[in-house]
C-alpha cells in the first residue's frame, strides 16, 4: 500500500488550500483514512479523520475551518483547509489504517501559512 500526499504550499493567512491523499488500493477497504500534522519541534496529531461509513472526526484546533472527504472512485482522501493561520503550518501527512490493524503512512507535503 502506497499513500500519495499532495497540495500543500505557501499561502498567506485567511487563505486555502486542500490537500490531497491518493492511495495505490482501494480507500473503502480501509476501516479509516486520517490526516495528522507535525510542526517543528511539537508531536506528530490528528487534524481530521474519516471512517468505511464516512463519520468524520476534527481536532478542536481546525473544528469549522477544515473538511475531510473523500473520492473513493479515485481512491483519494482530501483535506479542505479554510482561513489558515500561521499555526496551521506543519508538515501534513495522512494514514490509513486497515481492516487488520495495519497502519500505513504517506511521506508528508508542507503546508507553510505567512505573509
Known amino acids: 500500500v502506497q499513500l500519495q500526499a499532495s497540495g500543500g504550499g505557501l499561502v498567506q493567512p485567511g487563505g486555502s488550500l486542500r490537500l490531497s491523499c491518493t492511495s495505490s488500493g482501494n480507500i473503502f477497504t480501509y476501516d479509516a483514512v486520517g490526516w495528522y500534522r507535525q510542526a517543528p519541534g511539537k508531536h506528530r496529531e490528528l487534524v481530521a479523520s474519516?471512517?468505511?461509513?464516512?463519520?468524520?472526526n476534527y481536532a478542536d484546533s481546525v473544528e469549522g475551518r477544515v473538511t475531510i472527504s473523500r473520492d473513493i472512485a479515485k481512491n483519494t482522501v482530501y483535506l479542505r483547509m479554510n482561513n489558515l493561520e500561521p499555526e496551521d503550518t506543519a508538515v501534513y501527512f495522512c494514514?490509513?489504517?486497515?481492516?487488520?490493524?495495519?497502519?500505513?503512512w504517506g511521506q508528508g507535503t508542507l503546508v507553510t501559512v505567512s505573509s
Open positions: 494514514s490509513a489504517v486497515s481492516s487488520i490493524g495495519a497502519t500505513y
Open positions: 474519516i471512517t468505511r461509513g464516512a463519520n468524520t
